[in-house]
């Protein structure tokens, strides 16, 4: 997503900085940087969740149940004969708390 965004950065916007001064690196971190804090918000919410929801790799490296995730932790709700689905629910409500709170907070961002 970050290399599509640079990619289509208007070339006209780079030889202008040229123009005034600014060397690569004072064009990247006083006009590209700037202009790319949506996308860069965007790519932090979906690593952020990437990252959140991440069942398989937590399940085959932590096997004491003090180091599971949220994603095993809920899982450890759903038994084999019996599922305590009102615990799951309200596990699953608190386990969207933060997503729901980083969108809230970067949705500014977005265009």
């Given at each position: 997503m970050?290399?599509?965004?640079?990619?289509?950065?208007?070339k006209e916007l780079e030889e202008a900085s040229?123009?005034?001064?600014?060397?690569?690196?004072?064009?990247?971190?006083?006009?590209a940087l700037p202009l790319a804090v949506p996308a860069l918000a965007a790519q932090m919410i979906f690593v952020f969740m990437g990252a959140w929801n991440e069942f398989l790799k937590p399940l085959m490296f932590?096997?004491?149940?003090s180091m599971f995730?949220?994603?095993?932790?809920?899982?450890?709700?759903?038994g084999q004969y019996i599922s305590y689905w009102?615990?799951?629910?309200a596990a699953?409500?608190?386990?969207?708390?933060p997503a729901l709170l980083i969108y809230a907070f970067f949705k500014r961002f977005f265009i």
């Open positions: 970050m290399r599509q965004f640079f990619i289509n950065f208007p040229q123009l005034d001064g600014l060397s690569r690196f004072g064009i990247f971190f006083r006009i932590v096997s004491d149940k995730t949220l994603t095993l932790g809920l899982n450890t709700f759903k009102n615990n799951i629910m699953s409500m608190v386990f969207t708390l």
